[in-house]
């Protein structure tokens, strides 16, 4: 860790995993890995709403920060799982937490 970026991790260690959770989608991809191993066009279905391009480019974000891994099959055609990493399921409680807190926050938005 060079000196600037150890400084910002003494003043705040979240600094540090933010650019690894910063994509759009990147919480939503950990939570439905967590669930399984899935093939990119199960995952892809699982998030309609995410465009191929930016799914692949997630994905690539979250096997380069060592939270999902990539396992590819030589088989004709080819077969590609994503699974979370020992490191991407210590993950795991915050998106929990955070799971918890989207059903709260949901329901108070629901009363106003």
């Not at 260690?13 to 191993?37: D, N």
């Not at 465009?51 to 080819?78: C, D, F, I, M, S």
Request: charge should be negative; proline fraction near 5%; include cysteine.
């Amino acid at each position: 860790m060079d000196e600037h970026k150890a400084e910002i991790f003494e003043e705040c260690p979240i600094a540090e995993i933010q650019p690894i959770v910063h994509g759009k989608w990147a919480m939503v991809i950990i939570y439905f890995l967590s669930l399984g191993t899935l093939r990119f066009g199960e995952l892809s279905r699982k998030i309609p709403a995410v465009t191929q391009a930016n799914l692949t480019k997630e994905l690539r974000t979250l096997e380069r920060y060592g939270l999902v891994h990539r396992e590819v099959y030589k088989e004709v055609p080819p077969r590609v799982e994503y699974s979370l990493t020992a490191l991407g399921s210590k993950f795991l409680p915050v998106i929990e937490a955070l799971k918890t807190f989207a059903w709260e926050y949901h329901e108070a938005r629901q009363g106003e």
